[in-house]
């Protein structure tokens, strides 16, 4: 399960091309929610000083809701991970906070076993080539008790909920990402039905990360459309 290599390198190649709209277009497509998402999501699974790998991190957006998550206490410190060069590069250049960057995919970490205290992905795990090797290569980076939490698109269990969200990646997210990030770049946006399709249904994600992990707590808003999950090694 995952994307496979092919479909992969024309997904990466559409994001590379979208980078300039990038924000803009996922903030009007989740109609104005993702920022709290990435808030539910690492509430309480980051705490001051934890090692935290932003996996998948484009600009690192997971990133600055750990940090807000801490605010007041010792900032974590962050490692961004991407496979896209000029979105880690657009990260460097917002400035703020500074952070390890990391060029990789998840099948593949560049870190020792048990490095992180938590791992985040904000959108990103659904790109997978191999989802199950992704799974059991952010297991390994963990330290015990570590903390791996998903934020992303979900796919309801029940087929109807299924539909509609399939519904409204396939014929509303080209027409409102068009309107957000213009007629050039906006209909690239369509490829986000393409990665819903190969992505588990909610209840098969659980199953899968309870393959590896010793808990997962699911989250889910928007009729189950959007998801915000922890698993503790």
């Known amino acids: 399960m995952g994307l496979g290599r092919e479909y992969w390198r024309e997904v990466v190649g559409i994001l590379g091309e979208v980078i300039p709209v990038y924000d803009r277009v996922n903030s009007w497509i989740s109609l104005g929610r993702d920022a709290g998402h990435r808030a539910r999501g690492v509430r309480g699974r980051v705490g001051p000083g934890d090692a935290v790998l932003d996996a998948g991190s484009g600009f690192g957006n997971m990133s600055g809701a750990a940090r807000e998550a801490c605010a007041g206490g010792r900032p974590p410190r962050i490692t961004m ?18 952070a390890a960057l990391s060029c990789g995919v998840f099948e593949f970490m560049p870190f020792r076993d048990g490095r992180f205290d938590a791992v985040l992905c904000g959108y ?110």
């Open 124 to 233: 990103s795990l659904r790109d997978a080539i191999d989802l199950r090797g992704a799974i059991s290569e952010l297991h390994r980076v963990l330290g015990e008790g570590g903390r791996l939490v998903i934020v992303d698109l979900g796919k309801p269990d029940g087929a109807l909920a299924r539909a509609g969200v399939s519904a409204y990646l396939r014929y509303a997210v080209p027409l409102l990402a068009s309107a957000a990030g213009g007629r050039r770049l906006g209909p690239k946006f369509a490829a986000l039905h393409g990665t819903f399709r190969r992505w588990p249904t909610n209840g098969r994600l659980e199953a899968m990360l309870l393959e590896r992990f010793s808990s997962v707590e699911f989250e889910t808003d928007l009729l189950g459309g959007a998801i915000m999950v922890a698993a503790r090694k």
């Open 81 to 98: 991970c991407d496979p896209l060069l000029p979105m880690l590069r657009r990260a460097a250049a917002r400035g703020g906070p500074p």
